[in-house]
């Protein structure tokens, strides 16, 4: 993981390798489409994992092998609460090579860690990570191999967070497809849990699921 150069967008936190697309990478989106199906489009999938390798190569000296990649996940954020909206693509990369040197124009630091590690330094603070990269983790921290999880992602498909945000009376939530209030509007409507309740800065606090 890589740490945010503070004047940059998420800037002080920890992410993964990655950034805005070029044209280089293959035809890019006109616009943020709600469609789902719409990201996981052939075309602009492979502009995405295009990017995703040149964004590490740039940021990280890490070479991945394009044709390894494994698509894990699609997030897009609520419409209102941010000032920019990034639509973001999260790979698998199960082969690499190269030694790390850090392009200290984007990213400050690096470490590597393992998603309960992470997990554990956002907990106990000064390990901020947005909403996004912290589900990731957690979603990670489901596998015991990168042979099981790419296993995974090949037969059931990326997983889709399309977010939405609700005030609740026990603070704020971010919902994605799956939770009762998706649909509904309510977030305090019976029914299944796919959330995460977040504090002023967009920590996440704690995951809710079931």
């Known amino acids: 993981m890589?740490?945010?150069?503070?004047?940059?967008?998420?800037?002080?936190?920890?992410?993964?390798?990655?950034?805005?697309?070029?044209?280089?990478?293959?035809?890019?989106?006109d616009d943020l489409d709600e469609d789902q199906a719409h990201w996981g489009a052939?075309?602009?999938?492979?502009?995405?994992?295009?990017?995703?390798?040149?964004?590490?190569?740039?940021?990280?000296?890490?070479?991945?092998?394009?044709?390894?990649?494994?698509w894990f996940s699609h997030w897009m954020p609520p419409k209102s609460g941010a000032p920019k909206r990034f639509a973001t693509w999260f790979f698998i990369a199960p082969e690499h090579a190269g030694e790390i040197e850090l392009d200290l124009s984007e990213n400050d630091d690096y470490r590597w860690t393992t998603p309960a590690d992470a997990l554990a330094a956002n907990a106990a603070g000064g390990f901020p990570l947005a909403p996004p990269t912290w589900i990731t983790l957690d979603d990670l921290g489901e596998f015991d191999s990168v042979p099981s999880l790419v296993d995974h992602v090949i037969t059931q498909g990326a997983r889709l967070h399309h977010t939405k945000s609700f005030a609740t009376k026990d603070g704020r939530?971010?919902?994605?497809?799956?939770?009762?209030?998706?649909?509904?509007?309510?977030?305090?409507?019976?029914?299944?849990?796919?959330?995460?309740?977040?504090?002023?800065?967009?920590?996440?606090?704690?995951?809710l699921r079931g």
């Open 2 to 29: 890589v740490r945010r150069n503070p004047d940059l967008s998420f800037g002080g936190m920890w992410t993964f390798p990655g950034g805005v697309l070029e044209d280089a990478d293959g035809p890019a989106p």
């Open 42 to 70: 052939p075309a602009l999938l492979s502009t995405a994992a295009n990017g995703a390798v040149r964004e590490t190569l740039e940021e990280t000296a890490l070479s991945c092998n394009l044709s390894s990649l494994a």
């Open 173 to 207: 939530i971010v919902c994605w497809e799956g939770d009762a209030a998706y649909d509904s509007g309510d977030a305090d409507a019976p029914g299944p849990r796919n959330r995460a309740r977040v504090d002023k800065r967009m920590q996440i606090v704690e995951r």
